[in-house]
């Protein structure tokens, strides 16, 4: 099984999970010919995409889920509560392509997956975990705060696909930011900080846990070498956790490519 970020960001996000068995899109954030011109590179026909998994109803994370799954009669997964929502941004889609996710765990061909509630400031967003060959690899952006739910939602995965949206103060001081952007960002139904980042991390650093992939890193209040040195100084003076030691740590992008990781 692999796993790469299309993008990851503010302004669209879309990642590709590979097993043997199902290619799979989460979120299709980015224009349809960026997605397509994407896959094409990493030599995936669009076509065989077996389905797109919807985390949130957010713009930057459906733009073009209308677009590619009526183009190439991909099946969606939502959860049910998001389907309006989503069709008054997006459009609609053909209905025998919409599957409500009503269960917390369910497979396509014989990929398992497990669904999470994550606290986001939309009408539900879902974490996703995968698991095939007693390899489990996980993504859980948009969440202003974790639980112990959360947690174990993601213990026991290989890989993460975390969120690392923002550093506090930069944030705090930044002056484009009206004051209710920044209480919205900063709340329990906001985004993730670096450092709740690190502290989610610091929980999950264990036996099976190798690499995190830090996501949707804000362009404005945060940099891919801030959240990296942030992140693996605070996991060390903290508790004591060296990165590429311990956990390796990687940072996605926004408009390039990620780096792909296959176990």
């Known amino acids: 099984m692999n796993v790469v970020t299309l993008a990851s960001g503010s302004k669209g996000n879309c990642t590709l999970f590979q097993s043997e068995h199902a290619k799979i899109l989460v979120d299709a954030g980015i224009n349809l010919t960026e997605i397509e011109q994407k896959l094409i590179f990493l030599g995936v026909d669009p076509k065989n995409i077996n389905a797109i998994l919807v985390t949130h109803e957010h713009t930057d994370h459906i733009k073009s889920v209308a677009y590619f799954s009526n183009k190439y009669n ?28 009503t269960s917390s765990t369910f497979y396509i061909n014989e990929l398992k997956i497990d669904t999470f509630p994550l606290s986001h400031d939309s009408v539900a967003c879902n974490g996703y975990s995968f698991t095939e060959n007693a390899i489990k690899l996980s993504i859980a ?32 001081n930044n002056p484009s930011y009206p004051v209710f952007l920044k209480k919205r960002i900063l709340s329990n139904k ?74």
């Open 74 to 101: 991909t099946k969606v997964f939502a959860n049910p509560r998001i389907w309006n929502k989503m069709e008054q941004k997006i459009g609609a889609l053909k209905p025998e392509l919409k599957i409500s996710i």
């Open 141 to 172: 952006t948009d969440l202003g705060t974790f639980n112990d739910s959360v947690v174990n939602s993601l213990r026991g995965s290989k890989l993460i696909i975390l969120e690392a949206n923002h550093d506090e103060n930069l944030l705090l």
């Open 190 to 263: 906001g985004h993730l900080s670096n450092t709740l980042s690190a502290e989610l991390i610091a929980k999950l650093v264990g036996e099976d846990l190798n690499q995190i992939v830090l996501a949707h890193l804000s362009e404005e209040n945060n940099s891919p070498t801030l959240a990296y040195t942030f992140i693996k100084q605070y996991l060390q003076k903290n508790y004591g956790i060296i990165e590429g030691e311990h956990v390796f740590i990687d940072v996605s992008s926004q408009y390039e490519i990620g780096n792909i990781f296959e176990y």
